[in-house]
T-cell receptor, first 109, second 115 residues
Framework: GQNIDQPTEMTATEGAIVQINCTYQTSGFNGLFWYQQHAGEAPTFLSYNVLDGLEEKGRFSSFLSRSKGYSYLLLKELQMKDSASYLCAVVDSNYQLIWGAGTKLIIKP | ETGVTQTPRHLVMGMTNKKSLKCEQHLGHNAMYWYKQSAKKPLELMFVYNFKEQTENNSVPSRFSPECPNSSHLFLHLHTLQPEDSALYLC??????????????FGPGTRLTVL
């Protein structure tokens, strides 16, 4: 079967750095998305990786290793507004999005 | 209005009621999706429409009935639901329903409670 694993919940301090990991076992791979979802709101696009390596976008970076079936989202200089759920999703060989259950990130002052 | 909108935002219904969820996208996309989101579970894809044609139906019970009259509008008709159907129902749209980089744009969801 297809599977995406992420930690259920993480806690970090304002101003710090946090890394949210995502491991996947899917039938084929055509890219990996990270979405952010604030409570009661729509998920919004953060990043897309299809090649190995690190993609940096402001305070957020996303890393991919296809050989290891592994990605992480790195958030720097954490702000209170970064408190949200972070969803990892993989595009499989049929171009279907396979979703993880999401990681709830709690930021403390 | 911009992006993807959904109405109503909250819905409480009894098991014998019939109601409909509405989704509208203003992005010129060709594909639209219904997802179910339950607490601490992955997003569950329910239905996919591309150019108004249904391309996916992931073994969804018949008490959920989708309708896509055009590429901008998507409905989910509900009847004789069960309490376990209580969840957040998300609508999304994308340029097409295939392709590797196929970013989906989500609406804010309808929080459904079945009593």
């Amino acid at each position: 079967g297809q599977n995406i694993d992420q930690p259920t919940e993480m806690t970090a301090t304002e101003g710090a750095i946090v890394q949210i990991n995502c491991t996947y076992q899917t039938s084929g791979f055509n890219g990996l998305f990270w979405y952010q979802q604030h409570a009661g709101e729509a998920p919004t696009f953060l990043s897309y990786n299809v090649l190995d390596g690190l993609e940096e976008k402001g305070r957020f970076s996303s890393f991919l290793s296809r050989s290891k079936g592994y990605s992480y989202l790195l958030l720097k200089e954490l702000q209170m507004k970064d408190s949200a759920s972070y969803l990892c999703a993989v595009v499989d060989s049929n171009y279907q999005l396979i979703w993880g259950a999401g990681t709830k990130l709690i930021i403390k002052p | 209005e911009t992006g993807v909108t959904q109405t109503p935002r909250h819905l409480v219904m009894g098991m014998t009621n019939k109601k409909s969820l509405k989704c509208e996208q203003h992005l010129g996309h060709n594909a639209m999706y219904w997802y179910k989101q339950s607490a601490k579970k992955p997003l569950e894809l329910m239905f996919v429409y591309n150019f108004k044609e249904q391309t996916e139906n992931n073994s969804v019970p018949s008490r959920f009935s989708p309708e896509c009259p055009n590429s901008s509008h998507l409905f989910l008709h509900l009847h004789t639901l069960q309490p376990e159907d209580s969840a957040l129902y998300l609508c999304a749209s994308s340029q097409g329903d295939r392709g590797a980089y196929n970013e989906q744009f989500f609406g804010p969801g309808t929080r459904l409670t079945v009593l």
